[in-house]
């Protein structure tokens, strides 16, 4: 099985753009999650989505915002990007105890 | 709310030494507890799980029980490899409706030969 694949691998946005990220998510799970990783706050819960819908959400800006197709691929976008938006973005998909990972989107922002 | 406590890194050992990295976590209801393993440029890999009290997850020569006495799932090798440099992620989810995972700050293992 393929594993969880995130696209682009690596981006450069100006403040104030908007981005947006890709995630497909492993064969046959409807699970997908999203983390912002920085080296000051460590791994931090975006949000979830489960069969399109947004099952929970991270304490993060309304600027952040997500969403799932029918296939299970997950987007997520950012708009009005800021320097500490500058981050590695990564996606999850599993079912049940086992979350599988993506290797992740590097975001930085000037 | 729910939270998990690595102890600080890096942890800086000889290859074939011990290696203990301390995970404290506080949670209602009754978790499930991971330890995640990232390398270099990569995402984030499972290294091993225990879903309930007094399990023991195991995998490549890691090991880590579930203790909810002490709410600790400390992670746990006999000898270390130069191959095991990499940073170490206590998790934990409630798995009641989501698989949404709470991580600690990481450890970064550093192994020498």
């Known amino acids: 099985k393929a594993g969880v694949t995130q696209t682009p691998r690596y981006l450069i946005k100006t403040r104030g753009q908007q981005v947006t990220l890709s995630c497909s998510p492993i064969s046959g799970h409807r699970s997908v999650s999203w983390y912002q990783q920085t080296p000051g706050q460590g791994l931090q819960f975006l949000f979830e989505y489960f069969s399109e819908t947004q099952r929970n959400k991270g304490n993060f800006p309304g600027r952040f915002s997500g969403r799932q197709f029918s296939n299970s691929r997950s987007e997520m976008n950012v708009s009005t990007l800021e320097l500490g938006d500058s981050a590695l973005y990564l996606c999850a998909s599993g079912e049940g105890y086992e979350q599988y990972f993506g290797p992740g989107t590097r975001l930085t922002v000037t | 709310g729910n939270s998990v406590t690595q102890m600080e890194g890096p942890v800086t050992l000889s290859e074939e030494a011990f290696l203990t990295i301390n995970c404290t976590y506080t949670?209602?209801?009754?978790?499930?507890l991971f330890w995640y393993v990232q390398y270099p440029g990569e995402g984030l890999q499972l290294l091993l799980k225990a879903t309930k009290a007094d399990d023991k997850g195991s995998n490549k020569g890691f090991e880590a029980t579930y203790r909810k006495e002490t709410t600790s799932f400390h992670l746990e090798k006999g000898s270390v490899q130069v191959s095991d440099s990499a940073v170490y992620f206590c998790?934990?989810?409630?798995?009641?409706?989501?698989?949404?995972?709470?991580f600690g700050t990481g450890t970064r293992l550093q192994v020498f030969p």
């Open positions: 949670a209602t209801g009754y978790p499930s």
């Open positions: 998790a934990l989810s409630e798995m009641i409706n989501t698989d949404k995972l709470i």
